[in-house]
């Protein structure tokens, strides 16, 4: 029996390994500068940001707001520039500082990835965020507040096989302090299936992502894919939401799959 155990036991770590080494991280920031990723700031034309909300420096990207006079409503979000389906991605993020004054108070120690995003060249000059899921990124705030839940702009999507339209859905993991560097990480099937982890504990898992038909930065993008409201790829990009915060180790693990 004991045999038998250490059989069983031995081909289950065989195909643990196995599946951990179908893809291969790879490093989608260098740590010097922003290439590869792509500026969309409400207000402004795709690629312009005058006041450097996003910004490189000891190996950190950075999203300040120390060149502006006022807030003024210019949420922004910095893309990659490859469109992605199948994959996960993992990062390193914190909340530094003090929000700028006029950022709104949901907004305080608050980020996000956004998953399956638009392409950002469809984006109105004015549109505030682009259709896509959110992993959500949060900071405790002196508080008990979870980290790592998923919220839908312009989306979507299911919960134990039940179609949930709520605009953001608690995950289970704590948020960090200020300062305190925290790993969040996605894993994405397509439009089947996705997780969410912060510091490697699975905080939420969601399925059938879907544009809202209902929502008006949604209906352009159902009618460029012939009336077909599947949300199954889309790009990467990071938030600027009015409190400075900072990522680095951003990676990117190609899954193969159809």
Not at 132 to 141: N, P, V
Not at 205 to 220: C, I, R, W
Request: proline share 3%; hydrophobic share 35%; net charge negative.
């Amino acid at each position: 029996m004991k045999s038998i155990l250490r059989i069983c036991a031995f081909a289950v770590l065989a195909l643990s390994s196995a599946r951990a080494e179908d893809g291969k991280w790879e490093s989608i920031f260098n740590g010097k500068d922003l290439d590869g990723w792509t500026p969309k700031i409400r207000g402004l034309a795709y690629g312009e940001d005058p006041n450097k909300t996003f910004s490189v420096s000891d190996g950190v990207m950075k999203v300040s707001y120390a060149n502006y006079k006022e807030w003024g409503e210019a949420y922004g979000h910095i893309f990659w520039k490859t469109k992605l389906s199948h994959y996960r991605i993992r990062l390193e993020y914190r909340f530094t500082g003090q929000q700028i004054k006029g950022g709104a108070g949901w907004a305080l120690e608050n980020s996000g990835i956004m998953l399956h995003s638009q392409d950002p060249k469809t984006m109105g000059k004015d549109q505030s965020f682009p259709a896509s899921l959110e992993f959500q990124l949060l900071g405790a705030d002196n508080s008990m507040r979870m980290t790592g839940s998923v919220c839908s702009p312009g989306t979507y999507l299911s919960i134990k096989g039940k179609e949930d339209k709520t605009h953001c859905i608690m995950s289970t993991t704590p948020a960090a302090p200020l300062d305190e560097w925290v790993v969040a990480e996605a894993e994405v099937h397509g439009g089947k299936l996705i997780k969410h982890f912060i510091n490697g504990k699975e905080g939420i898992e969601y399925t059938d992502t879907k544009l809202d038909e209902n929502d008006g930065d949604a209906k352009p993008l159902i009618e460029l894919q012939g009336g077909k409201n599947d949300l199954t790829e889309g790009y990467i990009c990071l938030q600027s939401e009015s409190h400075p915060c900072e990522f680095r180790k951003i990676e990117v693990m190609i899954l193969d799959e159809k």
